[in-house]
């Protein structure tokens, strides 16, 4: 029979089956709850726009309140889940998240909607280092590449927030659907909380004490040294911008097909209103497709083929999708770059965060945020020195970037 360390036991190890199910429940809600939220304040941005009477320009600057707030507590959110657990700031951000919702819809001006955002923008970005912090460790006891599931349900959240405020824009005020959208917030964190709040975040066997038998058994885990040397250091400090930068080349054509997929088949190929707003949902349902077959795909290819061929298939769909003369054509091309796009990001959070703990999902997130904001500011640029079809393929050459990157660093990416 195993050993199992019961010196601590709110620490789950991978023979406490139920409780990880649980976690794994609980964290894969908060999750769907934070895109939940997220999609549903964007479709109101234009209802926002005409209530403070911004200029494109005006609001442009509003809205960077939320990737200042999103960057800067990024940042140190990290250091908070050391300190306090992944767990406890994670149910602190989706409070605050759910409660900073309901302010832009109190705004009469550009300034006050800035203001209002800086808070939704930081609990966004708490949020996201948090909860993938602890999915990070339930990753590691666990030992199943599960991380991907995990931003499958962020999509879907994403998916059904965009849709119902699409159902909803004609009837509700946004005063009345975003303060629904922070009551909702707030009793699916009360009704969830209580999972990760009762429970430290789950620990690997090696580290909770289990001895495992059997042909199947790992190697015996190292005893850690006491200090890890500048060299270790700095190597994994270097390892983890690298997956940063794995995960900005990905968040960069999520970014840059949100804001500019559209336009480029309504412009471009002459596509009605209606098609052109298909584009974007094709690209993001293959996303989810892939991230909900992401686990089955990582147990099959490993982390390392699965970062190159992603990211090979997501630079040859969106070559097709940004160079195609027909519209199905390009429908084709968004859908195979979706799938190809969606696991990179994952992959890359959880070898960060293996690497390197809530501070490594700290980094990679922050870089990734920024490749999502670099993108349609770049795209924009582009467009206008070249075409826009040609700006496109700025995110088929990320994609490329980040394949290769993936194969640079196969010995780190250690399936």
Same mark, same amino acid.
């Given at each position: 029979?195993?050993?199992?360390?019961?010196?601590? /036991?709110?620490?789950?190890?991978?023979?406490?089956?139920?409780?990880?199910?649980?976690?794994?429940?609980?964290? /894969?809600?908060?999750?769907?709850?934070?895109?939940?939220?997220?999609?549903?304040?964007?479709?109101?941005?234009?209802?926002?726009?005409?209530?403070?009477?911004?200029?494109?320009?005006?609001?442009?600057?509003?809205?960077?309140?939320?990737?200042?707030?999103?960057?800067?507590?990024?940042?140190?959110?990290?250091?908070?889940?050391?300190?306090?657990?992944?767990?406890?700031?994670?149910?602190?951000?989706?409070?605050?998240?759910?409660? %900073?919702?309901?302010?832009?819809?109190?705004?009469? %001006?550009?300034?006050?909607?800035?203001?209002?955002?800086?808070?939704?923008?930081?609990?966004?970005?708490?949020?996201?280092?948090?909860?993938?912090?602890?999915?990070?460790?339930?990753?590691?006891?666990?030992?199943?590449?599960?991380?991907?599931?995990?931003?499958?349900?962020?999509?879907?959240? +994403?998916?059904?927030?965009?849709?119902?405020?699409?159902?909803?824009?004609?009837?509700? %005020?946004?005063?009345?659907?975003?303060?629904?959208?922070?009551?909702?917030?707030?009793?699916?964190?009360?009704?969830?909380?209580?999972?990760?709040?009762?429970?430290?975040? #789950?620990?690997? #066997?090696?580290?909770?004490?289990?001895?495992?038998?059997?042909?199947?058994?790992?190697?015996?885990?190292?005893?850690?040294?006491?200090?890890?040397?500048?060299?270790?250091?700095?190597? /994994?400090?270097?390892?983890?911008?690298?997956?940063?930068?794995?995960?900005? +080349?990905?968040?960069?054509?999520?970014?840059?097909?949100?804001?500019?997929?559209?336009?480029?088949?309504?412009?471009?190929?002459?596509?009605?209103?209606?098609?052109?707003?298909?584009?974007?949902?094709?690209?993001?349902?293959?996303?989810?497709?892939?991230?909900?077959?992401?686990?089955?795909?990582?147990?099959?290819?490993?982390?390392?083929?699965?970062?190159? /061929?992603?990211?090979?298939?997501?630079?040859?769909?969106?070559?097709?999708?940004?160079?195609?003369?027909?519209?199905?054509?390009?429908?084709?091309?968004?859908?195979?770059?979706?799938?190809?796009?969606?696991?990179?990001?994952?992959?890359?959070?959880?070898?960060?965060?293996?690497?390197?703990? #809530?501070?490594?999902?700290?980094?990679?997130?922050?870089?990734?945020?920024?490749?999502?904001?670099?993108?349609?500011?770049?795209?924009?640029?582009?467009?206008?020195?070249? %075409?826009?079809?040609?700006?496109?393929?700025?995110?088929?050459?990320?994609?490329?970037?980040?394949?290769?990157?993936?194969?640079?660093?196969?010995?780190?990416?250690?399936?």
């Amino acid at each position: 029979m195993p050993l199992i360390n019961k010196t601590r /036991t709110h620490n789950a190890v991978p023979g406490d089956g139920d409780h990880l199910i649980r976690l794994r429940i609980a964290l /894969t809600v908060f999750f769907a709850l934070d895109g939940f939220i997220f999609a549903g304040w964007v479709v109101r941005i234009p209802a926002i726009k005409h209530q403070t009477g911004a200029s494109p320009s005006t609001l442009g600057l509003a809205l960077l309140g939320v990737s200042a707030g999103a960057v800067i507590t990024m940042m140190f959110t990290g250091r908070l889940c050391h300190r306090y657990g992944s767990h406890p700031v994670t149910v602190v951000c989706a409070v605050l998240l759910s409660l %900073s919702v309901t302010l832009p819809p109190l705004t009469h %001006s550009a300034t006050a909607l800035g203001a209002v955002l800086l808070p939704f923008g930081a609990a966004y970005g708490g949020i996201n280092v948090a909860f993938n912090s602890a999915a990070v460790d339930l990753v590691a006891a666990l030992r199943r590449p599960i991380m991907p599931t995990f931003h499958a349900a962020f999509s879907l959240g +994403c998916m059904i927030g965009a849709g119902l405020g699409g159902l909803v824009a004609g009837s509700l %005020s946004p005063t009345r659907h975003l303060l629904g959208l922070g009551i909702i917030g707030l009793l699916v964190t009360a009704l969830t909380a209580p999972t990760l709040l009762r429970h430290e975040p #789950p620990r690997p #066997p090696e580290q909770a004490g289990q001895t495992i038998a059997g042909p199947d058994a790992p190697a015996p885990a190292k005893a850690a040294p006491h200090r890890l040397t500048t060299r270790t250091r700095t190597r /994994t400090r270097r390892l983890v911008v690298v997956f940063g930068l794995i995960a900005l +080349c990905t968040a960069y054509g999520e970014g840059a097909l949100a804001d500019w997929g559209a336009l480029h088949l309504q412009q471009d190929l002459g596509s009605s209103a209606g098609a052109a707003a298909a584009g974007y949902s094709c690209f993001a349902l293959a996303m989810t497709v892939g991230r909900l077959t992401g686990t089955t795909l990582l147990e099959r290819l490993g982390r390392t083929r699965t970062v190159v /061929t992603g990211g090979a298939v997501a630079a040859a769909g969106m070559l097709l999708g940004s160079l195609a003369p027909a519209l199905w054509a390009a429908l084709l091309g968004y859908a195979i770059a979706g799938l190809g796009l969606a696991n990179l990001f994952p992959v890359a959070v959880e070898r960060a965060g293996a690497l390197a703990g #809530p501070s490594g999902v700290a980094v990679v997130s922050t870089l990734g945020y920024g490749g999502m904001l670099l993108g349609p500011p770049a795209i924009g640029f582009m467009a206008d020195w070249f %075409s826009l079809s040609a700006a496109l393929t700025s995110v088929a050459a990320l994609a490329a970037v980040a394949a290769a990157i993936g194969l640079a660093t196969r010995r780190a990416t250690a399936d």
